[in-house]
Each structure stands twice: as structure tokens, then as C-alpha cells.
């Protein structure tokens, strides 16, 4: 499993930017990939998640109505819409494949799901 994140970067608060989550080596329909961040001193948390499969979701309530996941199938990618983004989303961003369930459902981080390396978001006030 090789997940590799892009996209990341240096922007105002209020602007917008978009990750990007490439997935290869496994049956990407059979697994839910998820976006999660750590900022500085902060246990790693969960921001977003959706299956393959069906594209259900779940967000983390302090990025919903600003983050919207969502996966290109054919393209084995999963995205993540930021907009209106604030202060306190800079973290390093990482994603996350699952086979189990887990990661849908709970939206927290586990050490056996399969991760990426991890892109740096950074907004300035």
C-alpha cells in the first residue's frame, strides 16, 4: 500500500486549498482512505473520511461546512476541499487507507491502518 499526499502549502486565512491522497497498491474500492492532521505539541486527529466504495463521509465537527471529501475511483485519489480555512488548521496533513470499517466510522487515527508521509498546511492570520 503507497498513499502519497500533495497539495499542501502556505496560505491567508479564509483561502482555500485542496490535498490530494494517491493511492496504489490495493484494491482501492475495498478500503476507506481518510484525512487526518497533527499540528505542533497536538495529538493526531481526524478531519475527514469516505469509502470508496459508495462515497459515505464523516468529518470531524470542527471542519464541517469547510472541508469536503471526496475520491476519483478511476484515478485512485481521494481529495480534500479546505476552504474558509483558519489559524488553527495548520498541521501536517496525512492520509490514511482502511480496510476494517474502522477509520469511517470512529474518524480516529490507528496504528494499523496503512499511512502516507504527510503534507505540511500552513495558514497565516
Known amino acids: 500500500v503507497q498513499l502519497v499526499e500533495s497539495g499542501g502549502g502556505s496560505v491567508q486565512a479564509g483561502e482555500s486549498a485542496r490535498l490530494s491522497c494517491a493511492a496504489s497498491?490495493?484494491?482501492?474500492?475495498?478500503?476507506?482512505v481518510g484525512w487526518f492532521r497533527q499540528a505542533p505539541r497536538k495529538t493526531r486527529e481526524g478531519v475527514a473520511a469516505?469509502?470508496?466504495?459508495?462515497?459515505?463521509?464523516n468529518y470531524a465537527d470542527s471542519v464541517k461546512g469547510r472541508f469536503t471529501i471526496s475520491r476519483d475511483n478511476a484515478k485512485n485519489t481521494v481529495y480534500l476541499q479546505m476552504n474558509d480555512l483558519k489559524p488553527e488548521d495548520t498541521a501536517v496533513y496525512y492520509c490514511?487507507?482502511?480496510?476494517?470499517?474502522?477509520?469511517?466510522?470512529?474518524?480516529?487515527?490507528?496504528?494499523?491502518?496503512?499511512w502516507g508521509q504527510g503534507t505540511q498546511v500552513t495558514v497565516s492570520s
Open positions: 497498491g490495493f484494491g482501492f474500492d475495498e478500503y476507506a
Open positions: 490514511a487507507a482502511d480496510r476494517s470499517g474502522l477509520l469511517l466510522l470512529r474518524l480516529r487515527p490507528e496504528p494499523f491502518f496503512d
Open positions: 469516505i469509502r470508496s466504495s459508495d462515497g459515505s463521509t
